[in-house]
């Protein structure tokens, strides 16, 4: 379904779009020309995206695109049409938990302004989970194509290293309690007399 | 900083893309990766009134490229980021891997970059440096344009307003070097140099010089006939006309072009061979 919407001296077409986005489908009729940040921000009143430079410069309004990291001031929504998209309203639990990124960036003053965070942050995801142990030069790299005028970068770097070894930390400890829980079962298995067969 | 009104059309073909070109009679643009488009449309330098999405089409992308007879074929949608972590060509996977930022390579596409032809970018001195032979197809039909012919200019190429291009062959250079200088990761380069040794021999590219980037037959010929590093270099430093911008005078570009050539030259020597 289309409807035709008059703009300044041109007729365009609005064309229905269905985005998956932070676990909810949507169903947007969008103007081809808006991008990506424009309808998540005006249209879905996602405003945590933020636009700064709006020409792919400064890395604010980067978003996960079906898992990738995409400028979203560089793609049309209207292009987007069955992708899933993660923005920052989707890092945080249900009941308001951090993710471990936006924990450990406020554990590591890697915000002042706020105003690139969510960009540093879904990109920090995204390094995160394709490389989990990254060093501080492979960090400063990877950030390299966000920008922040307050902080210095140093306090974003320490919170993506930091993010790194909690969730390393996490990780080890369940394992630990798998192997403790599974040498547990297999004692109890042992103590339990063995039932007759049929 | 809003894209003036334009009409999409996610193509389902490159013959339907074509169609809708030729229809347009040179008011529409293809859509590629869009990592230097949209800004041009943002900025209203560009304002087509329909945009031709390749997005769709299976048939120009390509995880892995063919590889034939010391060629390789990537698909023109091939993604800088895939481009990056393929094997069969390493001189082209170095050179996506300095392209823009993980967020724009993502999304930025070869045939793209060659289609808008900014002469301080890597894939255009990638095809010069591999004699690219470059397929297109147009209302008339499929042609192929050697990439010594291809660009004409800055932000200028010889595809026609109804040509979509769609394979790009490159060769796999037996030996290679690259070096850029850029002022921040993930900019533009203010310079790059390529060396690729060929079935034909040497070739020596410098983007970021001109308007296009340019071969160096000098410093080809040097190279040929076995001349040191240094002498090489001289022979770039002789032989361009950089140009002057705010980024850097003409002469600083040709120090650079040299030093780079160098750095090019010297780890072209030092590696082994690919194709052969």
Known sequence: ?198 | MKSAPFDYHRATSVDDAVAVLTASDGEAKVIAGGQSLVPLLSMRMAQPTVLVDLNGLAELRSDRPTVTDGRARFGSMTRHAQLAIQTHHGLAAEMAGWIGHTAIRTRGTLGGSLAHADPNAECPALALACDAALSVQGADGVRTIPAAEFFAGMLQTALADDEILTVIDLAVPRRWGFAELARRHGDFALVLATVTELADGWRVVVGGVEGTPVRLADAEAALSSDASTDEVGRTVEESIVAYDDLHATSRYRRAMAAELVRRAVDQARRTQGEAS
Not at chain 1, 52 to 81: I, K, N, W, Y
Not at chain 1, 86 to 94: K, S
């Open chain 1, 1 to 198: 379904m289309t409807t035709d919407r008059v703009t300044t001296d041109r007729v365009t077409t609005e064309t229905k779009v269905e985005l998956s986005i932070n676990g909810r489908r949507h169903v947007v009729g969008v103007e081809p020309r808006h991008t990506l940040g424009d309808v998540l921000r005006e249209q879905l009143g996602l405003t945590g995206t933020h636009l700064g430079c709006e020409h792919g410069v400064c890395g604010a309004c980067t978003v996960l695109v079906d898992g990738e990291p995409t400028r979203s001031c560089l793609v049309f929504a209207v292009q987007m049409d069955q992708t899933e998209i993660t923005t920052i309203e989707g890092l945080a639990a249900a009941d308001g938990t951090l993710h471990p990124v936006q924990e450990a960036f406020s554990a590591c003053h890697g915000l002042q302004c706020g105003f690139c965070t969510p960009g540093f942050v879904l990109t920090a995801v995204h390094l995160l989970a394709t490389n989990p142990a990254p060093d501080r030069a492979t960090i400063r790299r990877e950030l390299s194509g966000n920008l922040c005028r307050c902080t210095g970068y140093v306090g974003i770097i320490s919170a993506v290293e930091r993010a790194a070894v909690e969730r390393a930390a996490v990780e080890r400890a369940a394992v630990e309690r798998a192997v403790t829980n599974a040498a547990a079962v297999a004692a109890s298995a042992a103590d339990e007399p063995s039932s007759p067969r049929h």
